[in-house]
Each structure stands twice: as structure tokens, then as C-alpha cells.
């Protein structure tokens, strides 16, 4: 009974447990530096956010892989549709970076947080399919814009702080 359930857990999968390790940790390190300068300015979803939010979305991404390849579907015919699953994490993400944005006092804040969460969720979608050239330039793109467009506009005084 117990082998069954070590089996069980240890299932063979389409992808080596290497590489699905891989893309989680890659996804959440991809990140880390958006969550960070978000983390810096103690906007309301920082480091574990962001690193959450890819996590989760590479993780659909290689589940979605492994379940379209599985054994268990021998002899039926699964078609993948891979923008089904990159429509349900966008759906998601949606609803969660809708709860950052709020208008108080005539201002609207948090647009760049939500922002933020999209591209992480988008940045772990591709690593979760194995796209890590694109998760990277995403990744670097993003901190480019997080930090040296804002130096840009607080020195020709766009934006406060």
C-alpha cells in the first residue's frame, strides 16, 4: 500500500522533475526584482506577491503540459488549447490586480501594482512553458521600467514620488 502511494506521488511526468523545478524557481526568481522595488515602496503587494502570482501561473502552465500528455487519457483524444490556460490565469490576475487600484481623494493609485502583478503572472506563464528567453527579456524590461522610468519622471518632475 505504501509503494502504491510513493508511485503514486512520484507518477512519471512528460517533463523531468528537474526542469519542472526549474521553471517554478526560474519563475519566481524572474520576478523577484519587480516584487522588490514594489516591496521598496511599501506599494500593497510586494516580493511575495509578485513571486506568488508567477508561481502560480507557471505552475498552471506546466500542469496544463503534463495533463495534456498524461496516461491517463490513453486511447481519448485531449487536445491542448494552450491559450485556454493563459485566458484563465489572465482572468484571475485580473480580478487580483483590480483590488490594488483604488481612487481616494481624486488620485488613482496602485495602476502600476496591478501592472505589476499582470506582467508577473505573463513572466511565470512563460517559464511554466518552458519560454525562458522571453521570461527573461520580460523580467529585465519590467525593472527597467519600474526603476529608471521612475528616476526619469521624478527628475523632470512628471509624477511625485
Aim: net charge positive; glycine share 10%; charged share 15%.
Amino acid at each position: 500500500m505504501l509503494e502504491a502511494v510513493v508511485n503514486d506521488i512520484f507518477a512519471p511526468t512528460r517533463l523531468p522533475y528537474s526542469v519542472i523545478v526549474a521553471r517554478l524557481v526560474g519563475a519566481i526568481l524572474l520576478v523577484a526584482g519587480i516584487g522588490f522595488e514594489r516591496e521598496k515602496k511599501s506599494r500593497a503587494a510586494g516580493l511575495r506577491t509578485h513571486m506568488l502570482v508567477s508561481l502560480s501561473a507557471a505552475l498552471f502552465a506546466i500542469v496544463s503540459l503534463e495533463v495534456a500528455s498524461s496516461p491517463h487519457f490513453d486511447g481519448d483524444t485531449v487536445r491542448m488549447d494552450p491559450l485556454r490556460i493563459i485566458e484563465a490565469v489572465t482572468a484571475g490576475v485580473a480580478f487580483l490586480s483590480a483590488g490594488f487600484i483604488i481612487f481616494n481623494q481624486g488620485k488613482i493609485r496602485g495602476v502600476t501594482t496591478g501592472a505589476g502583478i499582470w506582467l508577473a503572472a505573463a513572466t511565470g506563464l512563460a517559464a511554466g512553458f518552458g519560454f525562458w528567453g522571453i521570461a527573461l527579456a520580460a523580467a529585465v524590461l519590467g525593472l527597467v521600467i519600474m526603476i529608471a522610468l521612475r528616476r526619469f519622471e521624478t527628475a523632470w518632475e512628471l509624477k511625485g514620488d
